[in-house]
């Protein structure tokens, strides 16, 4: 990487984000649904089936099977065990096929027809044949039991994972098992995408700002960022950046709650030259220009490093403060005092007290300098540092951990909802009262099945 030399003098800054993604209006044909979604049968307990119902104001909450004297969310959670199947798969096939989540007084035709199971384009609801599997608990069974047969055995239908099939009208590949096994349940587009939107709307993955994103199917990495999803184009990049220990790994229709805005397309600390011959360092998401080449010898710029770039690649970046011989620490830099012991960042002349040694964590083992208190003193006091976003926190002698979003603290209801979206324990820091209380309290983090 060209900028490595300067790189290894600096010390890394943290992203600032928050905003909450909004859209989702992209179908992929060739991508319904992760195989892991597809065959998550412990993604809801009976209870959480139970509450989405109830919080939709579906009828199923309290309907009652006539042939087995079973309560529907009940039968439901039994098909996804028995068949190893998301119960939200067949939430979302019920809502499809029959709008018996969402619908509050649904005909008993809905009912006994719940999964849309047996019935074909040419096929008629009154055929002798077809009665077995009339009924709620017959229909949630056997479509559970019709989707696992589909996964387990593809050499005995036509569609195979990989392959391109034309389906009213277009081109489809199939993406992987979970795609394929859904099509051949439905072999139509509009209602394809009628159960990708509705998965979206239910349960698709929401994450804050400052979460770092990995698309499961290509491995692309992508910022969350003021509601949008940025790709870094390469992950050369991100590394720079961010820590990729802490990526999460999501599906493509997770990624496409989100819309793309501008690409990442250079390392942290970049030093990149415009047309007209201004040189700027890129820090964070800001470019700033030095003000003459006495700034740029005083931060020890190896001329080689600079890289040419046009108009379009700069405009896309925001200016920030200009860099001249006066700025002390454009980068940043951690300080010692050496007769207190504390602790401070310093930038462009402001030092950010770190109030606990866990705030250290944003930094990665960065090389700590020395220095007087006098030398300090040079140096204006600002707010105490806090964590980054994306950084995940736990209140010593608690059980409240939280992410951190635009410098807030957004609470997870329970470690279970924290590794639900993707995040690892092993990423928690334990901070004690005076840290947590540096972030204040954002909006609670959104379970994925509510």
């Known amino acids: 990487m060209r900028v490595r030399s300067l790189m290894c003098s600096m010390i890394a800054l ?31 307990t009976m209870p959480e089936i139970t509450q989405f119902l109830t919080n939709k104001g579906s009828a199923l909450t309290r309907y009652v099977d006539r042939g087995t004297r079973q309560i529907a969310p009940q039968i439901i959670f039994d098909a996804a065990v028995i068949y190893q199947i998301n119960p939200q798969v067949l939430l979302v096939l019920l809502q499809k096929e029959q709008s018996l989540i969402e619908d509050s007084l649904p005909s008993q035709d809905q009912y006994d027809w719940a999964t849309g ?41 036509s569609f195979r994972t990989g392959n391109t099939y034309a389906i009213d009208g277009k081109l489809v590949t199939m993406a992987n098992d979970a795609t394929r096994a859904l099509y051949t349940y439905t072999p139509h587009l509009h209602g394809s995408e009628n159960f990708v939107n509705i998965w979206r709307r239910w349960f698709a993955k929401l994450y804050p700002d400052g979460a770092i994103l990995e698309d499961v199917h290509t491995k692309s990495l992508w910022l969350i960022q003021n509601g949008e ?4 184009t390469s992950r050369a990049i991100a590394a720079s950046r961010v820590d990729l220990a802490r990526a999460i790994r999501v599906s493509p229709i997770d990624l496409a709650r989100y819309d793309e805005g501008d690409p990442i397309s250079f390392a942290q600390y970049s030093l990149l030259r415009s047309p007209r011959g201004t040189v700027y360092l890129l820090v964070g ?28 690649a700069l405009n896309a970046i925001p200016e920030g403060q200009a860099i001249t011989v006066q700025s002390a620490y454009p980068t940043g830099a951690l300080i010692q005092d050496v007769t207190t012991g504390g602790v401070w960042y310093v930038q462009d002349g402001v030092k950010h007290a770190l109030i606990a040694r866990e705030l250290l964590a944003r930094f990665q083992g960065k090389t700590i300098q020395r220095a007087k208190p006098d030398q300090l003193a040079q140096f204006t006091t600002g707010a105490p540092l806090t964590l980054t976003d994306g950084a995940l926190m736990q209140r010593y002698g608690t059980d409240e951990v939280a992410v951190v979003s635009h410098g807030a603290r957004r609470s997870f209801s329970s470690l279970e909802a924290l590794e639900k979206l993707g995040y690892k ?25 509510s």
């Open 117 to 157: 199971f047996a019935i074909c384009d040419s096929c008629s609801k009154s055929d002798p044949g077809l009665q077995q599997y009339r009924g709620f608990a017959a229909q949630v069974d056997r479509a559970a039991w019709r989707l696992r047969y589909y996964l387990t055995n593809p050499v005995e239908f």
């Open 14 to 44: 943290g992203l600032i984000a928050q905003a909450l993604p909004v859209r989702a209006d992209t179908f992929d044909p060739n991508y319904l649904i992760s195989d892991y979604d597809f065959t998550d049968w412990a993604a809801m």
């Open 229 to 232: 999803r940025r790709k870094f």
């Open 285 to 312: 998401d800001t470019k700033r220009g030095f003000a003459d080449r006495d700034a740029l010898r005083t931060l020890g710029v190896n001329p080689e490093e600079i890289e040419d770039v046009g108009w379009d």
């Open 425 to 449: 324990k092993e990423h928690i820091v334990i901070v004690p009262e005076k840290v947590w209380n540096l972030h204040p309290a954002g909006e609670p983090m959104a379970s994925s099945s």
